[in-house]
């Protein structure tokens, strides 16, 4: 069973070793990682023997098409292969079955309840994948379209939900639910990384690099900063044009907000090599031998065709899930923002969860979170602003006006996580006030009701 | 003799280091002297490169020719840092400075004497007493490039009384003052070589941020008291997003290569005093929107003015503390600019004493005409241009106050030297918020006005989020281009929502 390291932010390290497929390099790095969440037999590939210890080559030959004359064989063989790489390996991928259920159950039964949920579960296993697959891409592309790919994919998940949110008019549910992606990535993800690794390693208290995290917490700061100010200039009623102001404001802060992302790309991809060497962002660079032995496992093009798969699956799925929220939060009796905030980050965040966890247990705390806090800042540094623009393109009047409570919670989260980071340890008590934190937050969320989650909708 | 003597003295003086009638470095004032606009091609910058300055200068275009000669008088405030000797030696110290103007005045008012006396006091005397007034007029009034811009102060009341145009009465006057508060703040500096540490740091204290002072005096006057809140806040949250911000992103660009560090310890400490300042400025606009005082209005008005005379009182003991650990600061300054040290070691005494407290009064004369007729304008303009009021207070307003700062750090940054930088601009909003601010509102009660420390509560938030962000980001000791450009971007997010920003109608309050 492969274990993968998915590491959804930009791995800006394109190890050099993309086209090197060598069997032993590839055994011996599946030999080194440590198992995550997901490794485990899989019962639909018993053939996948060949990932263990003690596989022979020829086992491995014969079904990886390592040698040519297999692998220019059958196209057939190729798809088989392919399929079987990616999408029978994970364990994760048991949920997979559910998406299409989900569909089914909408045309038979309409029953909004269960048509979310199991499209829920249908919609993460492919979130994994997708990371999976453009890290394959990655491999090929080199640094800088690797982190790009990254980037953008990285996301895609909730960008997509969120598009599709846009298009029905649901602007609450957008800004919800990216919102929600933020707090859970700082403090669910960021809390049980900690919580897990501060278990494991009991005896001792797990350190990271501070330097890098106050850098990237101070981006994120800076991040929300810009994305607050409509809100506040909303609630303190000071604006000229009621309603018309704060959208105007939001457009522009949402372009100024896209500048700073690219800005910040570009940044990164060039202080890469010079500054942050020893400083594990989200690349996952140093001192991850899984990563550094990582080859692709698939060809260029099959992960362009994967990558292009899973993206079209998560659409249609997204489809039904956005359709089905309203009815969802009727049926189950819960409001449309607990479903927003809580549940729908699940979706897109479910990968980089297990991740984050998987490398706090590696004691490989830097890692971790640069996934937390590179995703926090990635939404809201570019999926935040490029649906407002998003919006603005497709006349919806989605702006950065997050409600007062949220906007308040908000910039508290990302106040103290970034103090709490600044000392640079972790232990499992941190973690646990972390995640208990967000428990709290959720609920809040549970009882709290939009006051005017009508006027928001615009169909 | 006597007079000249005495400045030999003081020029002596500077032989010593520790007696040193330099200001106080970091907090007490904006670093006029450090700074003196090199960013303008001012020749007095003595920030920049020595060596071939004084030839450099696009001043010099102006001026008639290229100095041959050095005033030992001038140079011998600096010589000691060079381990030059006292007098003489004008050779070497004219390619070490840009006193070259001096001579140059020298040359064009009386060259036989000018040309060469080795020995300063022969000729200085002479010098003095024929050239002291025009030689004064020219390095206050016409050497620094900014003053290009000093014809904008006349126009602009010309404008005010011929046409009454206040959009364009508004820029003139705010381009007018400019320059002015630039020299304010050197003839500032030149006063304080002859005062001393303390007088000087108290001075430097005061005049620092005299023009803010003065536009919010007047608007005082004018019962424009939101005008007053929203310019000073105005100037805080320029000084630490764009002044960083620009200073960041220049100085990162600059060299490329490194990562700039400063002082994490200094920019922690300067943070820590501007939250705490900004606290307790907050208080009453919290009390204020929480709707629980006990006598609505009033309390709150109460409540600002003792609180302006508390914040006074930790402003005095905060002056008192800098000039009590300055010989400490010294020590560490000095190690960290000792490169570029000698050009920021030299400060010229350009100005007799009584000349520069002259030059002093008549500048802040001009100033305060000016800003009456800016204040007058500033309705009118808001109205012409069609922007918000706060808009103009906000943004526009402060670009005069801190335009000499904004110079000064983007060159100390552009020279690797983040912690001046730091100073200037964190240090600026550090005496804004802890002296400015609570002496509008003593002022006020003196006249009689309501002024109380209840920014409404979209400028608190602000104040409060961007000091908070800006206080997390410096603790990190290190910048580079992006965090420059984050903070400038923050900036013109700030100034978009202050564009479509509006005061809520009095009868919210």
């Not at chain 1, 500054?275 to 660079?285: H, P």
């Not at chain 1, 006030?433 to 005017?452: E, G, K, P, R, T």
């Not at chain 2, 620092?208 to 004018?222: H, Q, V």
């Amino acid at each position: 069973m492969e274990s993968r390291v998915q590491v959804k932010q930009p791995p800006l390290n394109a190890p050099g070793i993309s086209d090197d497929l060598s069997e032993t390099r590839k055994m011996n790095s599946l030999n080194g990682r440590l198992t995550d969440k997901f490794e485990d037999e899989v019962p639909f590939s018993p053939e996948i023997t060949y990932h263990q210890p003690g596989s022979t080559l020829a086992a491995r030959g014969s079904h990886s098409g390592e040698s040519p004359a297999v692998h220019r064989e059958t196209l057939g063989g190729i798809i088989y292969r392919s399929i079987r790489l990616v999408v029978f390996s994970n364990r994760l991928n048991l949920l997979m079955p559910f998406g299409p259920l989900a569909i089914l159950v909408q045309k038979l039964t309409g029953h909004h309840g269960w048509v979310f949920s199991l499209s829920l579960l249908g919609i993460m296993p492919l979130a994994e994948r997708l990371g999976y697959a453009t890290e394959q891409l990655a491999f090929y592309t080199g640094d800088t379209v690797g982190g790009l790919l990254n980037a953008t994919f990285g996301n895609a998940t909730e960008l997509i939900i969120s598009l599709y949110a846009l298009k029905s008019g649901l602007l609450r549910v957008v800004q919800l639910s990216l919102l929600g992606s933020i707090l859970s990535n700082m403090l669910l993800v960021l809390g049980c990384a900690f919580l897990s690794g501060g278990i494991v390693f009991n005896k001792k208290e797990q350190v990271f690099n501070k330097a890098a995290a106050t850098v990237n917490s101070g981006l994120l700061l800076m991040a929300v900063m810009g994305l607050l100010f409509p809100a506040v200039l909303h609630y303190t009623r000071t604006e000229v044009h009621f309603g018309k102001s704060e959208l105007a404001l939001s457009r522009f802060s949402s372009c100024v907000m896209l500048v700073a992302y690219a800005a910040y790309l570009f940044f990164q991809l060039k202080s890469q090599s010079r500054l942050y060497i020893a400083v594990n962002e989200e690349e996952g660079e140093a001192g991850d031998n899984s990563n550094d032995d990582e080859s692709p496992e698939i060809s260029k093009w099959e992960s362009i065709i994967w990558l292009s798969v899973m993206t079209a699956w998560i659409s249609i799925l997204s489809e039904y899930l956005v359709g089905a929220i309203e009815g969802a939060s009727n049926a189950w009796n819960i409001p449309v923002t607990f479903i927003s905030v809580i549940l729908l980050p699940l979706v897109g965040n479910a990968a980089e969860h297990a991740s984050a966890i998987m490398f706090a247990m590696k004691d490989k705390l830097d890692i971790s979170l640069g996934v937390a806090i590179g995703s926090s800042t990635q939404i809201s540094m570019f999926v935040i602003p490029f649906c407002v623009v998003m919006g603005w393109i497709m006349r919806q009047p989605l702006d950065l006006n997050f409600q007062l409570f949220e906007t308040a919670a908000l910039f508290l989260t990302v106040i103290v996580v970034a103090f709490m980071l600044q000392e640079g340890t972790a232990n499992y008590f941190k973690g646990l006030m972390l995640v208990l934190c967000y428990l709290i937050v959720a609920a809040s969320f549970y009882v709290h009701v939009d006051s005017n989650s009508e006027d928001q909708h615009v169909t | 003799m006597q007079y000249n003597n005495s400045r030999w003295k003081r020029g002596s003086k500077k032989d010593e280091s520790t007696a040193l009638p330099r200001l106080p470095r970091c907090g007490l004032h904006r670093h006029r002297h450090r700074f003196d606009f090199a960013g303008a091609g001012s020749p007095y910058c003595y920030l920049q490169p020595e060596i071939g300055m004084a030839m450099g200068s696009p001043d010099f275009d102006e001026e008639e020719e290229i100095p041959f000669r050095e005033e030992t008088s001038f140079i011998s405030s600096s010589s000691p840092r060079k381990g030059l000797p006292h007098h003489g030696s004008q050779n070497q110290v004219h390619h070490n400075h840009n006193h070259s103007h001096n001579s140059h005045a020298y040359s064009f008012e009386t060259t036989a004497a000018a040309v060469l006396s080795p020995d300063l006091p022969k000729s200085s005397v002479f010098r003095l007493l024929r050239i002291t007034r025009i030689r004064s007029l020219y390095v206050v009034l016409i050497k620094a490039k900014i003053n290009l811009l000093l014809p904008f102060g006349p126009l602009a009341i010309a404008l005010h009384y011929l046409t009454g145009k206040h959009g364009w009465v508004f820029f003139f006057s705010l381009l007018g003052i400019t320059p002015l508060a630039e020299r304010l703040g050197y003839v500032t500096e030149q006063l304080a070589f002859y005062t001393g540490p303390t007088v000087g740091g108290l001075l430097n204290a005061t005049f620092g941020n005299a023009t803010e002072m003065i536009i919010s005096i007047f608007a005082l006057k004018n019962d424009m008291i939101r005008v007053v809140q929203q310019s000073l806040l105005g100037s805080i949250l320029s000084n630490m997003l764009l002044v960083l911000g620009c200073a960041f992103f220049t100085g990162g660009i600059v060299h490329y290569k490194k990562v700039q560090v400063f002082n994490k310890a200094a920019a922690v400490v300067n943070s820590g005093l501007l939250l705490m300042a900004v606290m307790g400025i907050l208080f009453p606009a919290v009390l204020h929107f929480t709707h629980s005082e006990v006598h609505l209005g009033k309390s709150v008005l109460s409540l600002s003015r003792f609180s302006s005379c508390v914040m006074l009182i930790a402003y005095a003991s905060y002056l008192f503390f800098q000039l009590k650990s300055q010989p400490n600061l010294y020590s560490s300054v000095d190690e960290e600019g000792v490169s570029g040290e000698n050009s920021d070691e030299e400060e010229e005494l350009e100005l007799t004493q009584t000349e520069a407290i002259v030059w002093l009064a008549i500048l802040t004369a001009w100033v305060s005409l000016l800003s009456g007729y800016l204040v007058d304008a500033i309705e009118g303009a808001s109205e012409s241009l069609n922007m918000s009021m706060a808009f103009i207070s906000v943004i526009l307003l402060p670009i005069v106050g801190n335009a000499a700062e904004h110079a000064s750090a983007i060159m100390f940054a552009m020279k690797d030297k983040l912690d001046i930088t730091i100073g200037v601009a964190v240090g600026s909003s550090t005496q804004i918020s802890m002296f400015v601010i609570p002496f509008c509102v003593v002022v006020g009660w003196c006249m009689g006005k309501e002024m109380d420390l209840n920014f409404q509560l979209f400028e608190t938030a602000t104040l409060f989020i961007t000091v908070l962000v800006v206080a997390f980001m410096m603790q990190e000791g290190t910048s580079n281009y992006f965090k420059g450009l984050m903070l400038i971007l923050c900036y013109l997010i700030v100034a978009a929502s202050f564009f479509v920003h509006v005061d809520p109608k009095s009868g919210d309050d």
